[in-house]
Every structure is written in structure tokens, then in C-alpha cells.
């Protein structure tokens, strides 16, 4: 079983930043990644980041020059650095393990409980 637990939302002034993390345990796998969704009430949940082919990463267009994933291996744990915050950045976001397949990432029925973020003056 794999257990993600996200952290590091809040509520943040337009133009800020935050870092989100998050922690994997369990039985991760070593050939499984991790990617960043959000999601609004009444929305579905949105690909934010996710890893592709040769350590690159993917971001929604929305995001693009703002938002970037990182990991630390041997933490088990991957990051959202999300800077110059929109108030429609504002979600819950969650993290998501899963795999790429054919240089597009696949995820797998593995998801945290989710960290708000709020972008507001």
C-alpha cells in the first residue's frame, strides 16, 4: 500500500510563493513517480506537473515559468514550488503516484488527502 501526505498550502498574497511537499511511504516501488494535481469544487481534478521522459517534467500551460517539480529520492518525497501565485492558482492540490509510460505520465489510484492553497489579498 503507498501512503502520500501532502503539506505546505495556505493561504498566500498574490504574487507570492509557496512550496508544497510531498511524502511517500509504503510500498512505493522504484520505477514509480510522482506528479501534482489541482482541483476546484465543482472542477475536475487538473494535471499541475508531472515527470516525463529524461528527468524532464511537464506543466500545465497555466502554470509554465511559475510552478516547478523537484524531487529528493532518498526522502521519498517531491516538491511544488509555485511562485508569482495567481488567485486562480487557488485549490486543493494533491499529490499522485504513478508511472511514465511512453513518455506520458499514467497515474495510479494513489492520492493524499489534499492541501488548500488560497491566493488572495
Known amino acids: 500500500q503507498v501512503q502520500l501526505v501532502e503539506s505546505g498550502g495556505g493561504l498566500v498574497q498574490p504574487g507570492g510563493s509557496l512550496r508544497l511537499s510531498c511524502v511517500a511511504s509504503?510500498?512505493?516501488?522504484?520505477?514509480?513517480?510522482m506528479a501534482w494535481y489541482r482541483q476546484v469544487p465543482g472542477k475536475q481534478r487538473e494535471l499541475v506537473a508531472a515527470?516525463?521522459?529524461?528527468?524532464?517534467?511537464t506543466y500545465a500551460d497555466s502554470v509554465k515559468g511559475r510552478f516547478t517539480l523537484s524531487r529528493d529520492r532518498a526522502k521519498n518525497t517531491v516538491y511544488l514550488q509555485m511562485n508569482i501565485l495567481k488567485p486562480e492558482d487557488t485549490a486543493t492540490y494533491y499529490c499522485?503516484?504513478?508511472?511514465?509510460?511512453?513518455?506520458?505520465?499514467?497515474?495510479?489510484?494513489?492520492w493524499g488527502l489534499g492541501t488548500p492553497v488560497t491566493v488572495s489579498s
Open positions: 515527470p516525463t521522459v529524461n528527468d524532464r517534467t
Open positions: 509504503g510500498s512505493i516501488g522504484s520505477r514509480r513517480v
Open positions: 499522485n503516484a504513478g508511472t511514465v509510460v511512453a513518455g506520458t505520465y499514467v497515474g495510479q489510484n494513489y
